[in-house]
């Protein structure tokens, strides 16, 4: 039961990374993001991916990096959830090798939940960024920082997909 948990979490994982590296085209839709879930990952599908987002009802109006960042709220909830459960079952828990699985599940998910706001935080970042730049567009001049803007952008990219390597 609860290595089946932990493999859920890790795919879980990967989406929401997948959705942060994604959200650099922006103005798409609910239905454009779960297609294109649906496409990279067959084993989570597109009805999955609507339900998902069903936990949060600002996802139905969202952007890409919007969706983003609900998809991080959502999976962080339910880390958290986890990890209440998981400290519950390890309370009353007698056999001792079922008790050390579940131990391993409990740092996975504190993992979890910590790599979960940093990519929450990652996102935040690389938004500002693309509003910074945007800033520029508007006015119709040549941003004097693209170069950095669009340096950071990759770092910032590097640092999420080696996150993700982590599972
Ligand atoms: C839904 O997502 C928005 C935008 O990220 C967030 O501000 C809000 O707290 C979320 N609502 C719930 C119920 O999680």
Redesign the pocket.
């Given at each position: 039961m609860a290595r089946r948990h932990c493999q859920a979490l890790s795919c879980c994982l990967v989406v929401v990374l997948l959705f942060i590296l994604a959200s650099s085209s922006s103005a798409s839709t609910l239905e454009h993001m779960c297609k294109y879930v649906a496409t990279t990952r067959k084993d989570i599908g597109y009805d999955y991916c609507i339900k998902f987002f069903q936990?949060?009802?600002?996802?139905a109006a969202?952007d890409n990096r919007?969706l983003g960042?609900?998809a991080t709220?959502?999976s962080r909830?339910a880390a958290s959830d986890t990890l209440k459960r998981i400290d519950t079952l390890l309370a009353s828990e007698k056999d001792k090798k079922i008790h050390a699985r579940l131990s391993d599940c409990r740092v996975l998910y504190s993992a979890a939940v910590n790599l979960l706001e940093v990519a929450a935080n990652l996102n935040a970042v690389v938004s500002d960024t693309y509003t910074c730049e945007n800033g520029f567009r508007v006015l119709g001049v040549t941003s004097p920082l693209a170069a950095e803007d669009a340096r950071f952008l990759k770092d910032c990219s590097i640092a999420l997909i080696i996150t993700s390597t982590f599972w």
């Open positions: 936990a949060n009802k600002t996802s969202a919007g960042v609900i709220q959502i909830a």
